[in-house]
């Protein structure tokens, strides 16, 4: 079977990778592009670990065609640290025990930061129904509400400097 | 033979290459399709994407809603003149799945998902059904479910309903153990017209309480020229029986939906409108 070309940004780099046709997005960002920031969970839509940005939109990428996303710019959770420094929200995610075995954080920083790339200021219900998609094992979720609730809090200061 | 992929530019083009060839799947937001990609259920043929951007579009300003196949749940979320659908809307998946899952797609989804569809049934949609090159023709959506549990491979171009006259008029309820995300133990869907004096034409569907989406038709009888008092809520409670079939999964026993399904009937048909 002949392999598909497939261009996008990722994280702000043009990447391109040779896809089979029906390859997830998941699996050429992992195996074709070395970002391994994303996890392959459940396959099916329940877990939520590979969560990425397609255009800014949360979605699964174990479930986006990766043919479907030529030309479209991917953020992962591998870009939001600004070198060094790490994003508030994986500052919070620190500060507040949010992540424990590590394995649902990638998808929980990523739904919690296109939480706060549409409202800079949630409530709890609003925090609670952005990580409804993301299941964490371990913590039973009150760190990681109130680390993107502490995240959330940070963010005006900051985007005023 | 692994998967091969094609891409039509038109949805005639599309119904064209799904009426030759029984080996190909349409996908459409990916959250049925591309699971069964990765549980290895479906493993050869040739998945076919559309870019027609008349699959997504959306006519929502006059009395008749007409939606393109492709319209995401967070499309219908994000748009004010489909408020009165946002309930079933938000009853699919989380953040991430709304964002893909389409309701051309949730037409398509096994019990117990499916809750979209439930709603659709109670406000009498027409799907719009390309079968080869051609003009879409309108068939019920009741009919259209029919046809899809016997396997007929249609490609869905859009849905199209009438607005419920009174926002009140159009109620929708998902039963879940987990909240606010969980597989359904039932969801009920009523279009009521009338609902603040004589209900007239009540249209009611259960998800989850059958293989298919149906309509509680004995439930319908039962409010035919009733108000929505303690009498007219007591006759669709003992009607609302009729016709279940549901299953017993991981979710809930058959036992445990007939019981509960009296109640939450009553309790969204006591709902003020």
């Not at chain 1, 913590?139 to 809090?153: D, K, N």
């Not at chain 2, 493993?43 to 027609?52: A, E």
């Not at chain 2, 953040?95 to 709603?119: E, H, K, Q, S």
Request: net charge positive; hydrophobic share 45%; with cysteine.
């Amino acid at each position: 079977m002949a392999k598909v070309p497939v261009q996008f940004r990722l994280n702000g780099s043009d990447r391109a990778a040779f896809a089979d046709p029906a390859d997830n997005l998941l699996t050429v960002l992992r195996r074709g592009l070395n970002d391994f920031g994303p996890k392959y969970g459940c396959g099916q839509g329940t877990c939520g670990t590979c969560s990425v940005l397609i255009d800014g939109e949360l979605r699964l990428a174990c479930l986006t065609l990766a043919a479907s996303c030529e030309g479209a710019s991917i953020e992962t959770v591998s870009g939001m640290a600004d070198g060094p420094s790490l994003h508030p929200l994986q500052n919070a995610f620190m500060e507040h025990f949010a992540a424990q075995c590590g394995f649902c954080t990638p998808g929980m920083l990523t739904a919690a930061k296109a939480l706060l790339d549409r409202n800079p200021n949630p409530g709890r219900e609003d925090v609670i129904d952005a990580i409804a998609g993301n299941i964490c094992r371990c913590t039973g979720y009150e760190p990681i509400i109130q680390a993107i609730l502490a995240a959330a809090r940070t963010l005006p200061a900051q985007r005023r400097s | 033979m692994p998967l091969a992929l094609r891409v039509a530019q038109s949805l005639s083009e599309a119904a064209g290459i799904l009426a030759a060839d029984p080996r190909v799947t349409l996908l459409s937001g990916g959250t049925l399709v591309m699971r069964d990609v990765n549980e290895g259920r479906l493993t050869d043929g040739t998945l076919l994407r559309v870019t027609d951007p008349a699959w997504r579009q959306m006519q929502v300003s006059g009395s008749r809603i007409e939606l393109g196949a492709a319209v995401t749940m967070a499309a219908i979320l994000a748009n004010r003149e489909l408020a009165f659908l946002h309930a079933a809307a938000r009853a699919v998946g989380g953040p991430a799945i709304r964002n893909m899952a389409t309701i051309g797609g949730n037409l398509f989804a096994g019990t117990p998902y499916g809750d979209f569809a439930v709603a659709l049934l109670a406000l009498d949609a027409q799907v719009m059904v390309l079968a080869g090159y051609g003009s879409a023709r309108a068939v019920p959506l009741e009919e259209f479910l029919a046809g899809r549990a016997r396997g007929e491979s249609r490609l869905v171009a859009g849905i199209q309903f009438n607005r419920p006259v009174a926002p009140g008029d159009f109620r929708f309820l998902k039963v879940s153990r987990v909240k606010p995300k969980g597989l359904s133990v039932l969801s009920i869907a009523a279009h009521l017209p009338g609902s603040g004096s004589r209900i007239g034409q009540a249209r009611v569907a259960y998800g989850a309480m059958a293989p298919l989406p149906f309509r509680a038709r004995g439930v319908e009888r039962a409010l035919e020229g009733k108000a929505l008092d303690a009498a007219g809520i007591a006759a669709a409670r003992a009607a609302a029986l009729e016709g279940v079939q549901p299953v017993t999964d991981a979710i809930a026993s058959d036992w445990y939906r007939r019981e509960v399904l009296p109640v939450h009937l009553g309790r969204l048909l006591a709902e003020r409108g």
